[in-house]
């Protein structure tokens, strides 16, 4: 099993910056893929970005890229999500995820464990 916690959500004007935290417990492996996901009101969940845990590989929503950042700690076993010059598009919940695979995948049914979600508000 694994747990995963989110934190770092809040509210921030247009063209601000937040960092988001995914604390993660239980057992990971090297070959897991870590994911951020979000859910804006009356919308599907749709993916963000992920890696590897072994930080080699990458993936980010076309919406996102180059504005967001996703890394991870394995020290700290926490993964981040820093989000840049956010718009009030990208008001949603926040999901951390975990999949039991090394390939990165964009879709929700590919991950196995999920967090409860940070809500992140940004006004214009």
């Known amino acids: 099993q694994v747990q995963l916690v989110e934190s770092g959500g809040g509210l921030v004007q247009a063209g601000g910056s937040l960092r988001l935290s995914c604390a993660v417990s239980?057992?990971?492996?090297?070959?897991?893929?870590m994911g951020w996901f979000r859910q804006a009101p009356g919308k599907e969940r749709e993916f963000v970005a992920a890696?590897?845990?072994?930080?080699?590989?990458?993936g980010y929503a076309d919406s996102v890229k180059g504005r967001f950042t996703i890394s991870r700690d394995g020290a700290k076993n926490t993964v981040y999500l820093q989000m840049n010059t956010l718009k009030p598009e990208d008001t949603a919940v926040y999901y951390c995820?975990?999949?039991?695979?090394?390939?990165?995948?964009?879709?929700?049914?590919?991950?196995?464990?999920w967090g409860q979600g940070t809500q992140v508000t940004v006004s214009s």
């Open positions: 890696i590897t845990w072994n930080g080699r590989d990458t």
């Open positions: 239980g057992r990971v492996f090297s070959w897991y893929t």
């Open positions: 995820a975990v999949r039991p695979n090394s390939i990165v995948k964009v879709t929700t049914d590919e991950y196995d464990f």
